[in-house]
């Protein structure tokens, strides 16, 4: 059957349509559409695509996810060697590796480029004639593994270049899992019984080897990319240059990379970022130095193993001694039990630690810590403090094994651990524990966003009998917020405000806010991609779930039988009994011109106050913030603005005009 030229026509449009978005979205961090508008083109293609199957081709931003699992994975022998670097640990280490320069390139002016070292898998993607067609692990740097197919299903990895293509590119790169998605990742392998990976570094590495491409597609993986290796039609002049022909061609380079004239910039841009690092939501070791002019590194030349135009500049392993002084069991919004290492405070890498979790029961097992142990302690990634090991030398005979109690330290309820699993948990779903930091999730930032209500204001509505659960957060008054401590009336107002504000959300926003186990705010925009609305989901049976890209059978159990408990039915009707609404049904009124856009309003307005400007951002159907990140969509600059263009430019964030807001607002 041939295809008709309309069809053919709407497919490629389609395809360049859902491209850019992706692009917007994943790379730019600066969609343009609404979720829910995505996922109409997307059905629309892959209907298209099942109708007449010759349309597929390998760039459709259908085949993400599809391919079936493999048996192995084939050898790939890359064009140009992945190489390694070498290290230094020190300032000295830096600064004899410059001299070694000059004694190649004289008295030459040279530039270097700083980049974070991303701690992640190295990974080598292969486009010819602008189409990804080959993506393959490190390997020993000559050889590695292809893992195409997995790769594809990292969303910010183009699968056609932008602009115009060369013939031929390895693009190299480091694919990480974000810190924010580790926990999750780990809870959801404790619950199919398989060990917790020990660091982000392993899990984005053992995702990576996945031999079912379904796996990787749930573990929300990311890319940065760093460099080129082989490349026909390309030549940069220098690694400054590189990048940006990288960003041009729609990628995700490293987004901390600065170039240097002197060694003196280099080393305060390490200085910087020893203890900056710590705010990044991925695991950085150290920062890469590089000689920036191509003609340079020609000229320097690499050994066997690295370049000589390269170094790499580790940050300071950090690990202290203490005492372990209590192991402390604490109760999580599942009902999961947390043993906790009690410390006594020591300095780690410049922070005062004081508590370790050490996640469940198996965990102090394996450990062997016990309660009145010197144990070594270290930052994980340099962030999370853990308890690496016990000193056992040290140890006099009066250190005492930890027991998991039988009964949950809040309520008193008899303790669970279902076969196979690695967590102790309180079943009592009405455990006090459980219900607050249920409701401290469901107001959480990436979940309904009901800024100002944190876990203080919280346990003092739960005491005061003013709120049992999240929806009767939408029938508080001014009058019940008012009996708190320490509210004012502007207090209130604003709380308010906010609770009101939340009713507009994303589907994707409320599912995660359920709080159900195993869905995490990726797993909810997967569900959410899949089923226009809540009461599909709900009545969704447990295979219709399981057959999501990305959704294994341990979350597919988990909301199945969430929705199978009548008081989570309830909690979700009396939800959207209180109006709170879930993207814009369809067939209703198009949302406001900014639905979803976050806005950040910067220096003065001449026609509106900022109070007015933000009614009018929100009225439109956006939210407003004061700090620009990489959430933001749009900056509005008005006249003398401050800092906040600047970073907006830094994170590349679109900056509006006030005559631009107020044609989009609709002003
Ligand atoms: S450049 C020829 N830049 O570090 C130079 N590598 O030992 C190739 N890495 O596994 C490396 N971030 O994947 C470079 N900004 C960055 C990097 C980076 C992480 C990894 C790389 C490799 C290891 C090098």
């Not at 309309?6 to 497919?11: D, G, Q």
């Not at 008295?107 to 010819?128: H, N, R, W």
Request: glycine residues 8%; hydrophobic residues 45%.
């Amino acid at each position: 059957m041939s295809v008709p030229a309309r069809v053919r026509e709407r497919a490629a449009q389609l395809r360049a349509a859902l491209h850019e978005h992706a692009y917007r979205y994943y790379v730019l961090d600066a969609p343009a559409i609404t979720d829910a508008e995505y996922d109409r083109l997307l059905r629309e293609l892959r209907d298209l695509e099942a109708e007449y199957p010759e349309l597929v081709t390998p760039d459709s931003p259908t085949q993400r996810v599809g391919a079936p699992p493999a048996a192995a994975f084939r050898p790939v022998r890359h064009r140009a060697p992945m190489l390694s670097l070498a290290n230094a640990f020190d300032d000295a280490e830096l600064e004899a590796w410059a001299r070694r320069l000059r004694t190649v390139l004289g008295a030459e002016p040279v530039a270097f480029v700083c980049e974070l070292k991303i701690d992640g898998a190295a990974v080598s993607l292969t486009y010819a004639d602008g189409v990804l067609v080959r993506g393959a692990t490190r390997g020993d740097g000559e050889q590695g593994e292809d893992v195409t197919a997995n790769l594809r299903t990292i969303r910010s990895v183009p699968l056609r270049l932008r602009g115009a293509a060369p013939p031929l590119v390895e693009v190299r790169g480091e694919v990480y899992l974000p810190r924010s998605a580790f926990e999750a990742v780990n809870a959801e392998r404790e619950a199919r019984g398989e060990p917790r990976f020990a660091n982000p570094r392993n899990a984005a590495a053992g995702s990576l080897r996945q031999l079912d491409p379904q796996v990787t597609a749930g573990r929300p993986l990311d890319i940065f990319v760093y460099g080129l290796g082989a490349a026909e039609g390309l030549a940069p002049a220098s690694h400054w240059e590189s990048l940006a022909w990288l960003r041009a061609a729609g990628f995700r380079t490293t987004p901390h990379a600065r170039r240097c004239r002197a060694l003196e910039e280099v080393k305060a841009f390490i200085r910087h970022w020893t203890a900056a690092r710590a705010t990044l939501d991925y695991d950085t070791d150290g920062v890469v130095v590089k000689v920036d002019a191509v003609a340079q590194q020609a000229e320097l030349g690499t050994t066997a193993q690295a370049p000589r135009w390269a170094i790499a500049y580790k940050f300071p392993a950090a690990q202290a001694v203490t005492r372990l002084v209590d192991i402390a069991v604490s109760v999580g919004r599942t009902g999961a039990l947390t043993p906790t290492a009690v410390l006594e405070p020591v300095r780690v890498s410049g922070v005062t630690v004081t508590s370790a979790t050490l996640h469940n029961e198996d965990e102090v097992r394996r450990k062997d810590v016990r309660i009145g142990d010197w144990v070594l302690v270290q930052r994980a990634g340099d962030v999370i403090p853990e308890v690496v090991a016990p000193l056992p030398e040290r140890r006099t005979g009066h250190e005492r094994v930890f027991v998991m109690p039988d009964r949950c330290p809040i309520c008193q309820t008899p303790v669970e651990r279902p076969e196979g699993e690695a967590v102790t948990r309180c079943p009592n779903l009405a455990c006090p524990a459980q219900i607050h930091l249920r409701l401290v999730h469901f107001a959480s930032r990436d979940a309904m966003h009901i800024d100002g209500l944190g876990e203080k204001i919280i346990a003092q509505l739960l005491e005061r009998g003013l709120v049992r659960d999240p929806a009767d957060l939408y029938r508080l008054t001014a009058a019940d917020l008012l009996t708190l401590d320490r509210m004012g009336e502007k207090l209130a107002q604003n709380l308010l405000d906010a609770i009101a504000g939340s009713r507009r959300t994303t589907l994707a926003r409320l599912l995660y806010a359920l709080g159900i186990r195993h869905v995490g705010a990726h797993v909810a925009a997967r569900l959410a991609e899949q089923f226009p609305t809540v009461q599909a989901l709900a009545d969704a049976s447990f295979e219709a779930i399981r057959d999501i890209p990305g959704i294994g059978p341990a979350i597919a159990a988990s909301v199945h039988g969430f929705f199978r408990q009548e008081v989570n039915r309830r909690l979700v009707e009396r939800l959207l009994a209180a109006g709170v609404v879930p993207e814009a049904p369809q067939g209703a009124a198009a949302p406001g011109p900014l639905a979803g856009a976050q806005l950040v309003f910067t220096g003065t307005l001449s026609r509106w106050t900022r109070k007015e400007a933000e009614a009018l951002a929100r009225a439109a159907g956006a939210s407003t913030a004061d700090g620009v990140t990489k959430k933001t969509t749009y900056v509005v600059a008005g006249t003398a603005p401050g800092s906040k263009l600047e970073k907006a430019r830094r994170l590349g964030v679109r900056v509006l005009t006030e005559d631009e807001f107020a044609r989009l607002a609709g002003a």
